[in-house]
């Protein structure tokens, strides 16, 4: 399946380019040189990337950016601002009202190529979710909902294992052989529960949240979802 770029820019020759160089490695680009023409397009089919200019013949690109994400079912897709505005106060705020990325104008074809490319990897990313969370094996994060829940890196692998073994219990012997293998026999036993009980806390954010049971005798496992 391509990856879908929709590139709002009103300069044709600077669409053409962009274009040109990221209409290859299953990128299938679009381009638009007006905000009518983009929005009637993206009501149609949403893309998997935006990359947008700001100074726009029909409406300026910060009005476009509020636009696409005052719906959350917007919230995916990857937005790259490409602008000749390049003061940090610019940046700043269209990186506060939902963007992801800004590249300055004049820009390096490697650099926008490389900016894309680090996109594209969060999209193709395997992501694991279970009940409200979404667990990033790759970069070691977890959402609770959007919120980022910071976890030691013993922590994310604890909770990795469970997840990807969340119909059985899971003993404190096998979590030792499955992340710190024939050295486990040098840590205490306590060290797991002093790492589950951590992991509870990051998790429940308020009393009514649980999320791993101990299984007396036998280890742990997630509660039913």
């Given amino acids: 399946m391509s990856y ?24 299938e680009v679009i381009s638009f040189y007006d905000a009518t023409s983009f929005f009637k397009a993206f009501n149609a089919l949403k893309p998997n990337m935006v990359l947008l200019d700001l100074m726009l013949p029909d409406m300026n690109g910060e009005e476009v950016l509020k636009e696409i994400r005052k ?16 003061s940090i106060i610019n940046k700043v705020d269209m990186l506060d009202l939902g963007a992801d990325d800004y590249i300055s104008k004049p820009f390096e074809v490697l650099e926008l190529i490389s900016r894309v490319n680090a996109k594209k990897r969060r999209h193709s990313e395997e992501i694991i979710t279970y009940r409200d969370l979404k667990i990033f094996p790759l970069k070691y994060e977890v959402y609770k909902e959007d919120t980022p829940i910071q976890l030691t890196t013993n922590e994310f692998k604890i909770l ?17 052989k499955a992340y710190w293998g024939e050295d486990y026999a040098s840590f205490e036993s306590r060290v797991i529960d002093v790492h589950i009980n951590a992991i509870r806390n990051k998790l429940s954010l308020s009393n009514k949240d649980e999320y791993i049971i101990t299984v007396y005798g036998e280890g742990y496992r997630l509660k039913n979802e």
């Fill in 160 to 176: 990795l294992y469970l997840v990807k073994n969340k119909n059985r219990v899971v003993s404190r012997d096998e979590l030792f």
């Fill in 4 to 27: 879908v770029i929709y590139s709002l820019e009103d300069d044709k020759e600077i669409s053409r380019v962009i274009n040109l160089i990221l209409s290859k490695n299953d990128n």
């Fill in 71 to 86: 719906d959350p079912a917007n919230k995916d897709i990857e937005i790259i601002i490409i602008s000749a505005k390049n």
